[in-house]
Nanobody
Framework: QVQVVESGGGLVQAGGSLRLSCAAS????????MGWYRQAPTKQRELVAT???????NYADSVKGRFTISRDNAKNMVYLQMNSLKPEDTAVYYC???????????????WGQGTQVTVSS
């Protein structure tokens, strides 16, 4: 069974920084894409950033230049460095593992439980 767990959320003032971490565990051979999504109250879940094992990144326009995604393929971990945080960044942030290759097959998506990020003005 594959498990995805996020950590690093918290309360920060506008302009501050946070670093989120996510670990995927289980009998995993490789993960094609890892990324971060977020969901603010009353809003739909949206893409924040993704990163393939080959180093290709994709960022939401709203976070481009402020957030940086990185991963450690050997450890099946992904990180999100969030700088210059704004109140509009307040949301539950979810880690996603896409294209997870295991002994049982390749699976589309695994999701973490979410970690709360709150940015005060």
């Amino acid at each position: 069974q594959v498990q995805v767990v996020e950590s690093g959320g918290g309360l920060v003032q506008a302009g501050g920084s946070l670093r989120l971490s996510c670990a995927a565990s289980g009998s995993i051979f490789s993960i094609y894409t890892m990324g971060w999504y977020r969901q603010a109250p009353t809003k739909q879940r949206e893409l924040v950033a993704t990163l393939t094992g080959g180093g290709s990144t994709n960022y939401a326009d709203s976070v481009k230049g402020r957030f940086t995604i990185s991963r450690d393929n050997a450890k099946n971990m992904v990180y999100l460095q969030m700088n210059s945080l704004k109140p509009e960044d307040t949301a539950v942030y979810y880690c996603n593992a896409h294209g997870v290759v295991t002994a049982w097959g390749t699976w589309s998506d695994y999701w973490g439980q979410g970690t709360q990020v709150t940015v005060s003005s």
